[in-house]
């Protein structure tokens, strides 16, 4: 099967890593194409990035319906675009966001959120409420670091996440931690070591339920709200879109 992983903002580096997350969890003979979008932001951390980026994610769609996609994987912590890629697909699309929460209510009652900034903070609190898994998670905590430092600064802000899910395993009576940012894709496994808890990742979370979707035969449902979107046209630099 092939599982097309499209990280929401542009960041080449980013999107590298977010492959190699995807292959790692992969089942032997799963295709994993890792793209993102030609335009929008470097890094995905306001209400503005991520309706900006949003349009990016629709393109990659369009993209992998072109190319011929089994499912897609959203990796961006907010899930931008989500319900409008599910709309231009029949294909499974899962956010990494959402994969996560479910993932890490399957093995802990309770879990807390490690994200970058503190304002990125309420992206994944208004996602919780909204996929019903605010009960679960005790806290979302900001190790304070900007998405790019992931990239440019490994080693500190390595540092400033397991600090920060020290206090969550300390503080919080958790039994996981999720990561809140697709950037953290390479840190689970040394971080699960170092703190003793499980730490679960979007992508290589995604990746997992996405290939179980595929081999139940389940698709994205077309009753309803997710059917593809009326055709109209579209005016100026949308104009593309018309149908
Ligand atoms: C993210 C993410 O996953 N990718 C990105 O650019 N920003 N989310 C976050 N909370 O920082």
Redesign the pocket.
Known sequence: MRIRIIN??TSAAMTDKMGVAALNAARPGTEIIAVNPASGPI???SHFDETIAAVGVCEEIRAGEAAGTDAYVIA???DPGLYAARELTNAPVIGIAEAAFHVASLIATRFSVV???SR?SI?AERLLHEYGMGNRCRKVRAAEIP?LALEHEADASYRLIEAECIRARDEDQIGAIVL????MADLATRLSASIGLPVVEGVAAAVALAESLVTLKLQTSKFGDLAAPPAKPFTGEFARYSR
């Open positions: 929401a903002n890094t995905i951390e961006c912590f907010g994200t970058t900034l990125t992206m998405v809140g940012c697709g950037g």
